[in-house]
């Protein structure tokens, strides 16, 4: 009887004692770890368990250390049991050498409740979010339908209905459509644009106004000075000497490629990788050029010119910053520190980052002073001076010459090239060195080597000797008996040619700043087989001279070579053509695979300490690369495959922030788990899947969506409720109002002053400096084009813009922080540009068909704003106008009232309403 009734009390109480603890461990409340429990670990504990530091060998950064036992011996987490986790009893300790965190205030009642539940819950890990795929079919909320325009607005409304706020009316016509002008090309519309607008009846009459802008060429000029704040785009080098860099075609390409609305997937996979790009029987020669210049993208990284320092660390410099840029470009991915320790926060490792280092590790670059590789192409007018040049000598090329041919405009730099050394031209410019040894530097605008001293070398790879039986220099020089040798292979290599060089200057010594004038030397070269490693060095005779000469560049010669046979007016023409310049635009060139690197990774990121070595490969938390190449091309395409959770995600929110002021996610350079939330998360995946999908990657489809919007259009007035409720607009209740961004602020004076030069591409022009003299050379009309194609110097950029919160461009730049500061209030009044707009719109009211003065100051504020004036505002200019002409007529100006209206449409340039969108 005993064993029967303890049976019926074991099958009672079983299903009790379950229930009992499913209820205790598991409660009514589910703790997700991402929301409640990561933000506490990040925000309390992960200083000291995380990625920098791993005390007592606990790290919270990935799931198996969290769960794996510490340096105690014990398990600080076990899952379903919280008393005997040993976490638990750190943070509950009133012990302080105990509790957790250690010297810090302790966890609250609610987090330490929370993190229990949590672990009696199973302690389920969760990815961050950005680290899953977005779904690809996003549920629209079925509200606001009255609202809605497209898509998008459901999606806000329903966060607003959630908010209890509603959408604001739609902004009127002209400030619609100047918003929209200035958002897509970067300028206002002009008056006539806003009038066929205004009475435009039609219903498409706002999409039409969209289609055209989409088409304007000025399209391009505007994003791309977005994208160049990404890739770090600058004329000049940076570091100490901050040499000028001749990098503008890159800038032109992005243009080019915005313009013809290029899909982003390929946007992307030509500049990471386009010299891998196959190349396909029918590509077009333009296209070919286009994806060398592309993978300039990489190439805007600083290079440090500096005497004395070493190049290997600065080419390891150049690929830690091209990994980091690559990640915050393209996956909104925090990696600077990872190249030292493991990432505070996100899972990943300190080997990761030295992995994707590996993709770029085996360019040809390496902070040569002469950045080589190049790709070299014509300006227009010295293309056609090179067809016609060779057109005349293939026509004078005797019959047994005839095979030589120049083989016309493909790739033309590169054919000239090849037909020079065919004709047997061999010269090399000195500044094309392959490598130096220290102290070596360029002179005369970086087209002469100097600081040639005793024992300096240059090397210049793979020159081919055979048959060259002397070599001739040219150079200038103050130093009398110095010696240029020719070695091979080393700088104590086989010496096969030592050549005496002379004083080309009237006297002797005098300092190399004042040489000005050249000569030639040659000398006999030991017959010599085959292709070599050739070495340069530089000798000093019996005197010390502290630099020996400015080479210009040597011209391997031979008897047995076809030009030799020509006519005198033929081998002229021969060496004119050698001498017109190409562009010679940076670019990302691989080395062979006989040649590939090795990586290591740099312990604590010294490039001089290297631990184990690395192949190429991605973070472990997202997709693998099993299905492409271990290279940069094969990193290229997985960054814009489907399955990354992040590239659709950054670059769309990017676009959203340019247009709305802030990100649907703040943080755009930071999509890990201490960066911002997104306020409408549904909506950022929604976008990023239909970019994808639907788009197939088109940037203009996606910012056709966007301004279509109902979200877009609405009034940026802000009412009391949203003043305090939502005071920047994170929850899309009203219009975008934000302050413009340095270019725009300064294209806009010039369009409607009527100053602004339309002219597209080219090299960098320098507007008037302040702090730059030298820039008032610059060519008439130079001065007002557009504000993208500004020379931009690193160490001193173009005042204006940086007063603006543009970015000095040494690093990758996601956002720009917007100020305000009385240093942009003194720049608007005073900046050249800014007073000859001022000037410009002053003439245009002063012979206006208005009488009055009072009239002519409300013509110049409607030509400003396409608006008329308030009554107050009109008395307020009218004043100003007043005191300024009493004041220069004191000063017995001969043009005072042009000078009164000059400083009343500086005082029109410099209000919230002009500088703010």
Known sequence: MNLQYLKWVFIIALPIAILYFTYKNWDTEHISYNEEIRPIFNKKCIVCHGG???NGNFSLLFPEEAYAKAKSGKYAIIPYDADNSEVMKRIKSHDPDERMPKDKDPLTDKEIQKIEKWINQGAKWENHWAYSPPQQSVNIPNVGNDWAKNEIDNFVFEKLKQEGLSPSKEADRPTLLRRLSLDLIGLPPTLQETKDFVNDKSP?????????????????????SMWLDLARYADSKGYEKDLDRSIWKYRDWVIKAFNADMPFDQFTIHQLAGDLLPSTPNEGIESLENRYIATAFHRNTMANDEGGTNDEEFRNMAIIDRVSTTMEVWQGTTMACVQCHSHPYDPFRHEDFYKLAAFFNNTQDRDLYNEKPHFKTYAKDKEQDVIRLTNWINSKLPANLSNIKHSG???????????????????????????????????????????TTEGAYTVYEDIDLTNI????????????????????????????????TKCSEKEVNVGWSRWNQYTTSSGKVKPTKGIHDVYLVFRKG?????????????????????????????QDSVEKLATIDAIATPIMVERPQNKARKTHVFIRGNWMMKGSEVQPDVPAILPNMKNYPKNRLGLAEWLVNKQNPLTSRVIVNRFWEQLFGT????????????????THPELLDWLAVKFVNDDNWKVKSLLKKIVMSATYQQSSLISKQLEVKDPRNLLLARGPRVRLSSEQIRDQALAISGLLNPTMFGPSVRPPNPTDGAWRREKSG??????????????????????FDSPQRNVCVSRRVRTNTPLQALTTLNDTVYYAAAQNIALKMQLSHAKTIKDKIRAGYTHIFQKQPSQSKTALLENLYNDALIDFRKKKSTKAELLALTLTANTMLNLDEFLTK
Do not use: C
């Open 52 to 54: 920098v530091k791993k």
């Open 204 to 224: 498409n009459a706002y999409e039409k106004q969209v289609d055209r802008l989409l088409k304007s060429p000025a399209f391009g000029e505007r994003w791309a």
């Open 409 to 451: 405009k493909a790739l033309l730099a590169e054919k000239t090239n090849d037909y020079l050394r065919k004709l047997g031209f061999y010269r090399i410019e000195a500044e094309s060195f392959d490598s130096t040894s220290r102290h070596i530097e360029l002179w005369n605008n970086q087209k002469e080597i100097m600081q």
């Open 469 to 500: 039986e002397t070599v001739k220099y040219r150079y200038q020089s103050g130093a009398e008996n110095a010696f240029i040798e020719m070695r091979l292979g080393s700088s104590e290599g086989e010496l096969i040619s030592k050549v005496e």
């Open 542 to 570: 019996k005197n010390f001279w502290t630099d020996l000469m400015h080479l210009d560049w040597m011209e391997l010669q031979s008897s047995k070579i076809p030009i030799r046979t020509l006519p005198k007016t033929v």
């Open 663 to 678: 990100g649907l996610l703040e943080s755009l350079e930071d999509f890990g788990s201490m960066g911002s939330k997104p």
């Open 782 to 803: 130079n001065q007002f084009r557009r504000a993208i194609y500004t020379y931009w110097r690193r160490t001193n950029p173009y005042p204006s813009m940086i007063t």
